[in-house]
Each structure stands twice: as C-alpha cells, then as structure tokens.
C-alpha cells in the first residue's frame, strides 16, 4: 500500500468507473442492470471487475438473494459513504469548469 494518502485514495477509486459507479450509489441501493443503464458506455464485463474490486476493498457490499434468478444488489458501506465529500467537492469543481469553459 502506498505510503501517501492521496495514492491511496487513487488506488482505491481513481477509475473513472468507479467514481460514476460511486456516484449512482450515493444514492442508494442498486441491482446490478440498474447501474449497468446508469452508467454510460460501461460494459457488463467491466463493471463486474470495477464491483468486485469495490467489494474487496470494502467500499460496496453485495448482497445476493436466493431466488431464481438470483437478485443481486450493491450498496455502499460506511467507508464508500465516506467518500461524499470528495464526490461532491468533484461536481462542485466541474459545475465552475462548465461556468469557465462554457
């Protein structure tokens, strides 16, 4: 593990998936094809990896209900819920970006 705080925090969610992926569960729980349409251009693939590495990294936890088919939903824990202020620091940043650039 990196010795800096800020590649530490990269690490964790410095993908640009994981931050819409973030961003969509800000807002509470959601299954799998729920964030698969909410998130442009992601592929099924990718998203499976980017989940797994959250989970992993204890950011989403994954709960899989025993019906056929399975229903399986993400949620953020504790720790991915922490990461609102950076989230919102970030589209705080691009709305003056957009105000400059027009």
Not at 4 to 9: G, K, S
Not at 35 to 64: A, C, F, H, P, Y
Not at 78 to 96: H, T, V
Request: proline share 6%; glycine share 6%; aromatic share 6%.
């Amino acid at each position: 593990m990196p010795l800096c705080p800020v590649e530490i925090t990269l690490a964790l969610i410095g993908s640009k998936w994981k931050i819409l992926i973030l961003r969509e569960l800000m807002h509470g729980t959601k299954r799998f094809n729920q964030l698969l349409k909410s998130i442009n251009g992601i592929s099924q693939k990718v998203l499976t990896q980017q989940l797994r590495s959250m989970e992993k990294d204890g950011l989403v936890v994954r709960k899989v209900y025993p019906e056929v088919p399975p229903k399986v939903e993400y949620t953020l824990t504790e720790l991915g819920l922490s990461l609102k202020p950076i989230l919102d620091a970030m589209y705080e940043w691009g709305e003056r970006y957009k105000k400059i650039k027009g």
